[in-house]
């Protein structure tokens, strides 16, 4: 029986809610591509030696990576928890109120003071309170987030999977979405409280790099799971919109998203069994995220089989297909070069910027379908450039991991700029020229979806000739 993998927003208190989070989400965004500007101009070769301040390019990656993967991804997935839990009350605003503030704090901590940055991995910081009290406020704001979904009396996902019939058959893909983002928040939960733990247990004496080292390590690669669960909750919703007939039940589609979150309930295991500071604990979470995340597979190859499908299908909304398939194919490129990782070199960002950008492809996609959901319909000038925008940003990703996979292979080392990155040899400064370019092209893609917001959302005269239901073509 064909299933409707969409969301419904019930009210308008859920829609105001839904709507400052994804905005937040946009504005951190934003921020975080004014900050590749610095990252990729410092590591092009030619260019780089007239960078004068290598310090900041340090200081730019930290913001830059927090603002891209932290924010940006929880304030997109709040907006999704938002609407999933169909009631507002005051806590949640300020939970969005605390997120704000943190993010405010964490974007201008550059620009005021000095960040002495620590490139440490998942949440790489800069060694001040003003920063940590930024990153404290926003994680609170999360946790008050999470916690409303997590309680919320109007839906139960163990009764529906006990007893589909339960609900009315018209929700049954809805619900299925709702298990997917119910499990992103769980994962969400125990990354928060892995992350509290260590922060219990460390000694204060260690030094700095190792100490933030190891207190993001755990839950960082928790997180990544939550990041993964709401990709293909996304993923649904866009498959749906591009092929229209998804003939597989809500109940194997929940049962798959389960699935695919139980590697992380083994994630206590490795804090019960394991010393923090011992490198079982490092190596355990490494091979939890390389073939835990392997659970995803059969969930993967669902949607993989219907967007091949989709392909025979004449007159469906090539925004959301050309977002999906840039998505699953720089996501999957991410996964293969994890697997091919061999020593600290820069094949380590090229593994995780593919990931990366596959989620934020997705994310970017359902931006299209939340918008005209939450009132701002997409203009036929928003529309053309929303189809172009996700090849654009795909294609430079593409070569900027490429880039990176080809120099890694020759040794040039990760997290280093200027000459420190000891490009002697051509084919090291080829790759690393065609990351450069790479990452020019990709800011682009992204300047392109900053600019389908823009308009759309503070130029409602151009929104004659729209569709307001978001299946914008």
């Not at 934003?30 to 200081?59: C, E, M, N, W």
């Not at 030094?207 to 993964?228: C, D, K, P, R």
């Not at 010393?275 to 835990?292: C, D, N, P, V, Y």
């Amino acid at each position: 029986m064909e299933q409707q993998y969409l969301l419904s927003i019930p009210n308008k208190d859920v829609t105001k809610l839904a709507k400052a989070w994804l905005f937040l989400g946009i504005i951190a965004l934003l921020a975080s591509g004014l900050f590749s500007l610095l990252l990729v101009v410092s590591r092009t070769p030619f260019i780089q030696a007239y960078i004068p301040f290598k310090d900041f390019f340090h200081t730019a990656i930290v913001v830059h990576v927090d603002l891209s993967v932290l924010i940006w991804f929880t304030a997109f997935a709040s907006s999704l928890w938002s609407i999933s839990c169909k009631t507002v009350h005051k806590i949640d605003w300020w939970a969005f109120y605390l997120a704000v503030l943190g993010t405010i704090m964490v974007v201008i901590t550059p620009f005021i003071m000095d960040g002495h940055p620590l490139m440490n991995n998942y949440i790489p910081i800069l060694q001040t309170p003003f920063f940590y009290f930024g990153l404290g406020f926003y994680t609170l704001g999360l946790l008050l987030r999470i916690s409303h979904n997590l309680i919320a009396p109007l839906f139960n996902p163990l009764a529906f999977l006990i007893n589909q019939s339960s609900y009315k058959s018209t929700l049954q893909g809805e619900q299925a979405l709702h298990i997917g983002m119910y499990s992103a928040a769980l994962t969400t939960a125990i990354a928060l409280l892995a992350f509290l733990f260590t922060l219990y247990q460390l000694p204060m004496e260690l030094e700095n790099i190792a100490y933030f080292e190891v207190l993001f390590w755990g839950s960082g690669h928790i997180l990544q799971f939550t990041h993964m669960l709401m990709m293909f909750v996304v993923w649904l919703v866009l498959l749906h919109i591009a092929y229209g007939r998804i003939h597989i039940s809500a109940k194997i589609i929940a049962g798959l998203f389960v699935f695919t979150f139980i590697p992380v309930l083994f994630s206590p295991l490795i804090y019960g069994k394991f010393e923090l500071l011992s490198g079982e604990f490092r190596e355990q979470f490494t091979q939890l995220m390389k073939f835990g995340s392997l659970t995803a597979l059969p969930l993967g190859a669902v949607i993989f089989y219907y967007l091949m499908c989709s392909l025979m299908q004449k007159g469906k909304s090539s925004i959301y297909i050309y977002s999906l398939w840039s998505s699953l194919i720089l996501f999957t490129t991410g996964g293969v070069l994890g697997f091919m990782i061999a020593g600290a070199n820069v094949v380590i960002p090229a593994h995780y910027h593919g990931s990366i950008v596959g989620i934020t492809l997705a994310f970017m996609g359902m931006t299209y379908f939340l918008l005209p959901l939450l009132g701002y319909p997409l203009s036929e000038k928003a529309r053309k450039w929303a189809k172009i925008q996700p090849i654009v940003y795909a294609t430079g990703q593409m070569m900027h991991i490429s880039g990176l996979a080809w120099s890694g292979g020759y040794g040039v080392k990760r997290k280093t700029a200027g000459a420190a990155q000891g490009l002697e040899n051509l084919p090291e400064i080829a790759g690393m020229a065609l990351m450069g370019m790479g990452g020019l092209v990709a800011v682009i893609g992204g300047f392109l979806f900053l600019l389908v917001c823009y308009y759309t959302i503070f130029n409602p005269g151009l929104s004659s000739g729209v569709e307001s239901n978001g299946y914008g073509r």
